[in-house]
T-cell receptor
Framework: AQRVTQPEKLLSVFKGAPVELKCNYS??????LFWYVQYSRQRLQLLLR??SRESIKGFTADLNKGETSFHLKKPFAQEEDSAMYYC????????????FGQGTELSVKP | KAGVTQTPRYLIKTRGQQVTLSCSPI?????VSWYQQTPGQGLQFLFE???????NKGNFPGRFSGRQFSNSRSEMNVSTLELGDSALYLC?????????????FGNGTRLTVT
């Protein structure tokens, strides 16, 4: 069965520290992986997707098919990065149907 | 461009009643998806519509239904409400299917069933 696991409910770091939000998935085919973010009192929005191989707001994520992981990383956390982060998976060309992880709340302290 | 608009923002209903939620997608977007968000189950996919046709359906009972109109606006209906249906219902729109069409979410409708 398709599944996305985010093992940490809460991750707390100090400003300037490196951040890694973990995401593991189980899927038999070739999935598309995404990170969505929800800042306080804002709507859920796309942060980045594996197919684009881009860096957004200093965040990067590499798809590791061997370890079935798609961890989100940022070398130096900022206070404005504090938010809820969701890892999500979709089948290829089925972008409307996302399977979400439970989310990780990132708290960046000054 | 205006974002995805969901109405109403809040709803309080009684067990056994039915409810209809509305979603207006971003102009030009033809795909609309619905999600249920609860503290226990997180974000769960309900269904997706594209050009008035249901393309995908999640694992929810038949009490949950939806439709899409020719202008891409969508509605979802929940009949015979149960206490467990209390949740935030999110609508998301995109240009179409595929990774080139990321989802744009609305602010949601918070449904409380008493």
């Amino acid at each position: 069965a398709q599944r996305v696991t985010q093992p940490e409910k809460l991750l707390s770091v100090f400003k300037g520290a490196p951040v890694e939000l973990k995401c593991n998935y189980s899927y038999s085919g070739s999935p598309e992986l995404f990170w969505y973010v929800q800042y306080s009192r804002q709507r859920l929005q796309l942060l980045l997707r594996h197919i684009s191989r881009e860096s957004i707001k200093g965040f990067t994520a590499d798809l590791n098919k061997g370890e079935t992981s798609f961890h989100l990383k940022k070398p130096f956390a900022q206070e404005e990065d504090s938010a809820m982060y969701y890892c999500a998976l979709s089948e290829r060309n089925q972008g409307g149907k996302l399977i979400f992880g439970q989310g990780t709340e990132l708290s960046v302290k000054p | 461009k205006a974002g995805v608009t969901q109405t109403p923002r809040y709803l309080i209903k009684t067990r056994g009643q039915q409810v209809t939620l509305s979603c207006s997608p971003i102009s030009g977007h033809r795909s609309v998806s619905w999600y249920q968000q609860t503290p226990g189950q997180g974000l769960q996919f309900l269904f997706e519509y594209f050009s008035e046709t249901q393309r995908n359906k999640g694992n929810f009972p038949g009490r949950f239904s939806g439709r899409q109109f020719s202008n891409s606006r969508s509605e979802m209906n929940v009949s015979t409400l149960e206490l467990g249906d209390s949740a935030l219902y999110l609508c998301a729109s995109s240009l179409g299917q595929g990774f080139n069409s990321p989802l744009h979410f609305g602010n949601g409708t918070r449904l409380t069933v008493t």
